[in-house]
């Protein structure tokens, strides 16, 4: 690992807590590369003239020193001279870290900073579509130590929502109790987050969808029985629904890969919705969002029974299917 003594580390980006995990872990490097330093923590809007050399300099304990400087976007103009005058010298006994908070605001200042051979960017977009969660799950497994497959990590995505906050502790947990090394499959990934109300909402879609009624039905009543919100639900039939009629749209003779990133939607996840397209027409499709958008209206105070509006859709949705 290269010091972080005489360089500045700018991160960039618009995730808050990619940007807060790149931040920790630099501090962790700097302490240890020295233990005895002294790591101050500004706010960039509160800096004024003069302080910069004040916070880059070593303490009376230290020989050297480490400042991290958040929402540099906030920057003053008089401080921002500062910072460029050190980024162009900086010393070789301080470590800076500087934590730009996204957008267009005090991009001036970075283009500036990004000139000189002391600054190392790292930049920290988030995931922007589904089939990028999955990515990322997938990614931040591996980087526990252990494998995850993409249908596994689709269904982590479904249960826990596109929160990275959330799903990074998902992930920990799953390799935490699973164990390291340990491949997570789909079945692991249900053992421990299958319950949650929204994943169940997108079981009882695909089975309606694919024609499976009594399926369908089934976990339906489950559902009911548990109280899952009726919006869940009915949210999941919209979802599969919508990615269905996406498909019908994207021309024939692409891959996977190219269909995934015209609709927004892993791989994996464009087979399975290959095979469900094969039992419907443009027509029932059409039937089938209307069904789903009449029931979305009932469940959410349009209507006085949710419970036989849900059942209803399912029925409803089934017999729109060919066949």
Known sequence: MASPFGSILLVTGGSEFLADRVRRKAVGQIREADPACEV????????????????????????????????????????QAELLAYAAEPSSDVAVVLVHGGGNKGKGVLDKLRKNAAVHEVKVEAPKYERDHVTWVRREVTDLGSTIDEEAAALLVTAVGQDLRALAGAADQLVSSAGQGVRVDREV???????????????????????????????????????????????????????????????????????????????????????????????????????????????????????????????????????
């Open 40 to 79: 101050a923590e500004s706010e960039a809007g509160r800096l004024v003239a003069g302080e910069l050399a004040a916070l880059t300099s070593p303490s009376l304990f230290s020989t050297s020193s480490g400042l991290v400087i958040t929402g540099l976007e906030d920057l003053v103009d008089a401080a």
């Open 189 to 323: 990934v249900a053992q421990y987050f299958g319950g949650r109300a929204d994943v169940r909402g997108f079981e009882i879609a695909d089975a309606a969808i694919e024609g499976r009624l009594a399926a369908a039905l089934e976990q339906l009543r489950w559902a009911e029985a548990n109280k899952v919100a009726p919006v869940l639900v009915t949210s999941a039939f919209a979802s599969g629904l919508r990615s269905l009629t996406k498909l019908a749209d994207v021309r024939g003779g692409l891959r996977d890969n190219e269909v995934a990133s015209a609709i927004g939607a892993p791989p994996f996840k464009v087979r399975a919705l290959r095979s469900q397209l094969r039992g419907w027409e443009p027509e029932g499709l059409a039937r089938a969002m209307d069904v789903v958008a009449r029931t979305d209206v009932e469940v959410k105070g349009g209507g006085a029974d949710p419970a036989y509006a849900l059942e209803r859709m399912v029925l409803q949705v089934a017999a729109a299917r060919r066949g």
